[in-house]
């Protein structure tokens, strides 16, 4: 009997990739986006943001199959601006999609998950390092990484295994999707304009989708731990994070960023 997975966010870059990830090791995946339009083929339009969206589509898909083995968590968001001037609407999206959007799907789930399933988040080392002019990215990712820490301990005695997953850069269209304001003003100059062109300047030396959504997988199906990171770089700046003063270490992260 296949396996059923509910992925969000699977239409492009790293999700789509991990979907076919999971469809080739024979899983049945449901993909929950808002270019969806094919549910005979497991494609359900849906908003994450949109909690009575979520548990609509979520039924068709218990009903569909009975029961849900896996659920990835991979829809997110990016903003890139001063925190001061970011426009409140942009923030609150960033955090309706990375942090209610997996809130919203992991509950219309939980209720069709039994002893044995498994549940990931897809978070980002944003989550733990903290990266001028994307204050609101990594405040929504340490949101939904301590969710994912929290229902970790929560489910423990029901069986279903809960990992977040903290990848490095990623050379997906992500960043060139985020909101962005980085307009110069007097307080902030031209640093917003430069962090992004740092961002976009990196690009080609990014892990591929690929490569990352590979050893994501695996972390995915087989991991024992609480929380992963992914790529050695960045394993490297939460090692030092832990063990340098917390003055010492934001100066590293603000000559990197």
Do not use: W
């Amino acid at each position: 009997m296949k396996k059923i997975a509910v992925i969000t966010g699977g239409t492009s870059g790293l999700g789509r990739e991990l979907k076919r990830l999971y469809e080739n090791d024979g899983y049945t995946v449901c993909n929950l986006s808002r270019s969806c339009d094919d549910e005979s083929a497991d494609e359900y339009a849906c908003d994450v943001t949109d909690e009575a969206q979520v548990n609509a589509a979520v039924e068709k898909i218990a009903k569909k199959y009975g029961r849900i083995d896996a659920l990835i968590n991979n829809a997110g968001a990016g903003l890139l601006g001063a925190t001061e001037l970011v426009d409140t609407a942009a923030v609150r999206r960033v955090f309706d999609v990375s942090y209610y959007g997996a809130l919203h799907v992991t509950r219309a789930c939980l209720p069709h998950m039994m002893r044995g399933g498994r549940i990931a988040f897809i978070c980002s080392i944003a989550a733990f390092i903290p990266v001028p002019f994307r204050s609101v990215y990594s405040s929504a990712k340490a949101a939904e990484l301590m969710l994912g820490e929290a229902l970790r301990l929560e489910l423990k005695g029901a069986g279903i295994c809960v990992t977040c997953i903290c990848p490095g850069e990623i050379r997906t269209n992500f960043s060139a999707n985020r909101i962005c304001d980085a307009g110069r003003t007097a307080r902030y100059g031209d640093r917003p304009a430069a962090a992004l062109k740092h961002i976009e300047e990196k690009t080609p030396k990014r892990m591929s989708v690929e490569k990352a959504a590979k050893k994501i997988y695996k972390k995915c199906t087989k991991g024992k731990k609480a929380v992963y990171v992914i790529g050695g770089k960045y394993r490297f700046f939460r090692f030092m994070q832990k063990r340098l003063p917390g003055t010492m270490f934001l100066s590293l992260t603000d000559k990197f960023s």
